[in-house]
Nanobody
Framework: VQLAESGGGLVQPGGSLRLSCAVS????????MGWYRQAPGQERELVAV???????KYADSVAGRFTISRDNAYNTVYLQMNSLRPEDTAVYYC???????????WGQGTQVTVSS
């Protein structure tokens, strides 16, 4: 299983970006697809996750600004990020977690920088 992220970059505060993660290979049908981020000197944290049934969960810091979605036909997960803030600056990682048994797959990460 391989994950390929795209869509990161530099954006001004208040701007928007859309991250994409294409998953290749066979993944167990019961799974969760999510985005994590890691800022310099900080631990990796969960940003948002969407389960194979469509249930979503967001970190409090991004709720109402970010939207996670998935296209099961194309094995792709998206993160629409609006109203970006400087504190959103981080490397964003795509994750797929198979839920039986638990197995994690990670992308290589994509840099998001919010700065004027």
């Amino acid at each position: 299983v391989q994950l390929a992220e795209s869509g990161g970059g530099l954006v001004q505060p208040g701007g928007s970006l859309r991250l994409s993660c294409a998953v290749s290979g066979s993944v167990f049908s019961l799974n969760a697809m999510g985005w994590y981020r890691q800022a310099p000197g900080q631990e990796r944290e969960l940003v948002a996750v969407i389960f194979s049934g469509g249930v979503t969960k967001y970190a409090d810091s991004v709720a109402g600004r970010f939207t996670i979605s998935r296209d099961n036909a194309y094995n792709t997960v998206y993160l629409q990020m609006n109203s970006l803030r400087p504190e959103d600056t981080a490397v964003y990682y795509c994750n797929v977690r198979e839920l039986g048994p638990l197995t994690d797959y990670w992308g290589q990460g994509t840099q998001v920088t919010v700065s004027s």
